[in-house]
T-cell receptor, first 117, second 112 residues
């Protein structure tokens, strides 16, 4: 079984400051990793994904994440945040054992990012 | 319409009512999902349909009944719900051979 831990439930940060949202996962096999963002009263939107290749992946809205296999982490970063980045962010993992039927994601409990003026 | 749509966006129902949530995907995907999102809890996967067959039922109470008539539509039929069933219900879809899931905006359900 796989699991995802988002270490911070809430992260307040001032506008234009850098931010890192932490995600650690547990799995006995190789995984695919995702970050989603949820704005108030909306569904989840895919920010970025790691499937293979370069461990540094870039996503929408200036976000990037780095896959670290030895530390089983996939932290999300942005060098300068904006008020509009205020939202909840979810890390998710899918292990490569899934076959045949639909792939399934395991989600973390989320991190609320609040950007302060 | 594009992406994944859900109707209604808000629903208030009594414990003895019967209602249905509808999800439609316009992405050509062949897998669809129902999730429950409650405050302060991780997303809970409820049901998974792949090629219109249910492949996952995560110990969901029988008062929730899914239906997938074709690869573009997914329903969640509700009856005799409890107040603790109040939550945001999210629908998602994916292409079976790919891993990303695309979500609808959700239905905010309140059971009184």
């Amino acid at each position: 079984a796989q699991s995802v831990t988002q270490l911070d439930s809430q992260v307040p940060v001032f506008e234009e400051a850098p931010v890192e949202l932490r995600c650690n996962y547990s799995s006995s096999v190789s995984v695919y990793l995702f970050w989603y963002v949820q704005y108030p009263n909306q569904g989840l939107q895919l920010l970025l994904k790691y499937l293979s290749g370069s461990t540094l992946v870039k996503g929408i809205n200036g976000f990037e994440a780095e896959f670290n296999k030895s530390q089983t982490s996939f932290h999300l970063r942005k060098p300068s945040v904006h008020i509009s980045d205020t939202a909840e962010y979810f890390c998710a993992v899918s292990d490569l054992r899934s076959s045949g039927s639909a792939r399934q994601l395991t989600f973390g409990s989320g991190t609320q990012l609040t950007v302060l003026p | 319409e594009t992406g994944v749509t859900q109707t209604p966006r808000h629903l208030v129902m009594g414990m003895t009512n019967k209602k249905s949530l509808k999800c439609e995907q316009h992405l050509g995907h062949n897998a669809m999902y129902w999730y429950k999102q409650s405050a302060k809890k991780p997303l809970e996967l409820m049901f998974v349909y792949s090629l219109e067959e249910r492949v996952e039922n995560n110990s969901v109470p029988s008062r929730f009944s899914p239906e997938c008539p074709n690869s573009s539509h997914l329903f969640l039929h509700l009856h005799t719900l409890q107040p603790e069933d109040s939550a945001l219900y999210l629908c998602a879809s994916s292409q079976e051979t790919r891993y990303e899931q695309y979500f609808g905006p959700g239905t905010r359900l309140t059971v009184t």
